[in-house]
């Protein structure tokens, strides 16, 4: 990466960073305008269902995201530095781990205002290869992207009536749209090729991401 490269880079975070906190202070209130925040008999059944993140609450469920997307953002950069991809799949992947970083660093800012610590970056690991072929490589990335969508879609009931609400779904969406993209660079015809998402118990996200150092 360049020098002009990293200072684009850098510049892109920040936005992220301000964008999310604008996103969470205007999407809370639209939602608490709208009359939405209980969501009725629905909204009980979901926190029902998803009684892990709720009972975690929801600055645990703001540092274990944040874990999440060092453990993609790591992923993608070790992939662009590995050099398996050329363009036009390389972008793609440059811009799955800058999406992931400037997630985690908004993320470390909701945490840190929140009156959180921050945590210890984990020591990642990856499965031996993973890094030498692009099939092994996008086939671990059709695995993270899904579990990263369930995670937050899981937790979104035990955010109502938080003010990170808005920003947790923004950030939800992206990944969303991360799977598109994997799907696209695999090939798969059509890459959006899911009418509903599944949302995550957090035992089960926590089972999945363990045997990476999570």
């Not at 210890?120 to 086939?139: H, K, S």
């Not at 696209?184 to 991401?209: D, R, Y």
């Amino acid at each position: 990466m360049t020098e002009s490269d990293r200072s684009a880079f850098a510049v892109d975070r920040t936005v992220a960073r301000r964008d999310f906190l604008k996103t969470a202070a205007w999407a809370t209130a639209a939602i608490s305008a709208a009359g939405i925040t209980g969501f009725g008999l629905a909204s009980q059944k979901a926190l029902a269902v998803h009684e892990g993140y709720v009972e975690a609450g929801p600055l645990a469920i703001l540092q274990f995201a944040y874990q999440l997307e060092l453990l993609e953002g790591t992923f993608y950069d070790q992939g662009v530095n590995a050099g398996l991809f050329a363009e036009p799949a390389l972008s793609q992947i440059v811009a799955l781990r800058d999406h992931e970083m400037a997630h985690a660093d908004a993320l470390a800012d909701a945490i840190v205002a929140s009156g959180g610590e921050v945590p210890a970056t984990p020591t990642f690991t990856y499965p031996d290869g993973v890094f030498e072929d692009q099939v092994a490589f996008l086939d671990l990335a059709a695995t993270f992207e899904p579990v990263g969508v369930g995670a937050y879609q899981g937790a979104a009931p035990a955010l109502i009536g938080n003010e990170y609400l808005g920003a947790a779904l923004s950030i939800h969406n992206a990944e969303a749209q991360h799977v598109v993209g994997i799907n696209i660079l695999q090939g798969i015809v059509p890459p959006a090729n899911t009418a509903f998402t599944e949302a995550l118990e957090l035992a089960a996200v926590q089972e999945a991401v363990a045997p990476f150092g999570l």
